[in-house]
T-cell receptor, first 112, second 114 residues
């Protein structure tokens, strides 16, 4: 069974204090690993897709990396507007089309 | 604007009542999905459809039904057989292909049993 585990469950940072969120996965065949940002009461907003180990992608203060067993979302010098829940999801090669299996998310709070 | 529209945003259901959540997309995506989100749990897949007039059960399909009569529309009915329907429901869509296709989400619908 495909599994996705995110840690920590919650993270509180001071503005400017860099940190990383972890997403570890166990899947039969990875087609892609996705990162989403979700604000309270809203749908997830797509951030990145990573396809193979060693791949990295960046967007503003966020950088996502991928190994064969886990992915990290690095947040550099965060601002209060980065506060949100960050979701990780995997898409597998086996039957089932493009469906995603999600982790439970990391709730990030950035304070002044 | 292109996107996924879910309605209503808030819905209240009485015991024993069926309710239908609407989902429309104008992204020309072939695939559409319904997920359920509960506090402390990841998003869980209810149903998905990769082509018109065809759909498959996800991980938690019991108590739900869907239809896909048009490419743009994928309504979800929460039936009285769903014993714990209070949740946040998310509709999504994507292209279909051999490489990873990004799944985009709507803004969600809150369903509460009263």
């Amino acid at each position: 069974e495909d599994q996705v585990t995110q840690s920590p469950e919650a993270l509180r940072l001071q503005e400017g204090e860099s940190s990383s969120l972890n997403c570890s996965y166990t899947v039969s065949g990875l087609r892609g690993l996705f990162w989403y940002r979700q604000d309270p009461g809203k749908g997830p907003e797509f951030l990145f897709t990573l396809y193979s180990a060693g791949e990295e992608k960046e967007k503003e203060r966020l950088k996502a990396t991928l190994t064969k067993k886990e992915s990290f979302l690095h947040i550099t010098a965060p601002k209060p507007e980065d506060s949100a829940t960050y979701l990780c999801a995997v898409q597998v090669v086996t039957g089932g089309g493009n469906k995603l299996t999600f982790g439970t998310g990391t709730q990030l709070k950035v304070e002044l | 604007d292109g996107g996924i529209t879910q309605s209503p945003k808030y819905l209240f259901r009485k015991e024993g009542q069926n309710v239908t959540l609407s989902c429309e997309q104008n992204l020309n995506h072939d695939a559409m999905y319904w997920y359920r989100q509960d506090p402390g749990q990841g998003l869980r897949l209810i149903y998905y459809s990769q082509i018109v007039n065809d759909f498959q059960k996800g991980d938690i399909a019991e108590g739900y039904s869907v239809s896909r009569e048009k490419k743009e529309s994928f309504p979800l009915t929460v039936t009285s057989a769903q014993k714990n329907p209070t949740a946040f429901y998310l509709c999504a869509s994507s292209n279909v292909g051999s490489s990873g296709n990004t799944i985009y989400f709507g803004e969600g619908s809150w369903l509460t049993v009263v």
